[in-house]
């Protein structure tokens, strides 16, 4: 059984048994909001290069990402029950590795982000999924009660080959300056992650980032923010597109 206890402000869902000493397989798993009288939940799965020693550090690792997104929601909506997981429940590959351009990593990550989706309470879930984290997403989604779907900075979505195709609302949405577009979105075996879900083929509600690089889509004041804050509260018809 996992146990619960508060730390640094944060509800800590789980850490592995392996968590001290700080190593690239360490797990960590902190909610920002009160679970329990939740009326909507926003789970956000980061990319490569995420461990526990990293997680708070800016809004572009889970734990800072959380806590912006709630203080935007709660901006957007004063009073909303919105509580906000940051999900690092998987081993996320070193940037700079041969795994980093596999889907071995995301085959367990999605098995553990089922298991953490149907353990919550039962309100609408949103997935918000940072680059890597998109194709752990990505494989773990069809079939889960999943509200909305929202990838951003993904370099490809597995072996979805359109959003109808992954079940829940899709969104996608990619900043002006994210060199993740230069990706080759081909799928060879387990190298390569696939359909771009920019392509409008791929049929995905592409929303409004700004001008921003891949590590920014959670800062304040940015487009991508607001619009990511209006999915996880349920806000669709709010979002611009782009």
């Not at 640094?8 to 869902?13: M, T, Y």
């Not at 959380?66 to 906000?84: C, M, S, Y």
């Not at 919550?120 to 909305?148: I, T």
């Not at 409008?200 to 409004?208: D, P, V």
Request: net charge positive; charged share 15%.
């Amino acid at each position: 059984m996992v146990r619960k206890f508060l730390a640094g402000g944060a509800l800590l869902l789980g850490v592995a048994a392996f968590a001290m000493p700080v190593s690239p397989g360490e797990r960590l798993v902190k909610v920002y909001g009160d679970l329990a009288t939740a009326d909507r939940i926003a789970v956000i799965v980061p990319g490569s290069d995420t461990t526990a020693a990293t997680f708070e550090s800016g809004t572009h690792r889970p734990g800072g990402a959380a806590r912006a997104l709630l203080a935007e929601a709660r901006r957007i909506e004063p009073g909303t029950r919105l509580a906000v997981v940051a999900w690092l429940g998987y081993d996320s590959p070193p940037m700079w590795s041969l795994s980093a351009l596999t889907d071995v990593a995301a085959e367990g990550g999605a098995r553990a982000l089922r298991a953490q989706v149907l353990s919550m309470p039962k309100v609408p879930v949103s997935l918000l999924c940072h680059s890597y984290g998109s194709v752990v997403c990505a494989r773990a989604v069809p079939g889960l009660p999943v509200a909305d779907l929202a990838v951003f900075g993904s370099p490809g979505m597995g072996g979805a080959r359109t959003a109808s195709a992954v079940g829940p609302r899709v969104w996608a949405g990619r900043g002006a300056s994210d060199l993740i577009a230069n990706v080759p979105h081909l799928k060879i075996g387990p190298v390569g992650f696939g359909r771009d879900p920019m392509d409008h083929a791929f049929g995905a509600r592409i929303f409004a980032t700004g001008p921003g690089g891949h590590s920014d889509y959670f800062d304040s004041g940015t487009a991508s923010l607001r619009n990511l804050a209006l999915i996880a509260l349920g806000r669709g018809g709010e979002v611009a597109r782009a």
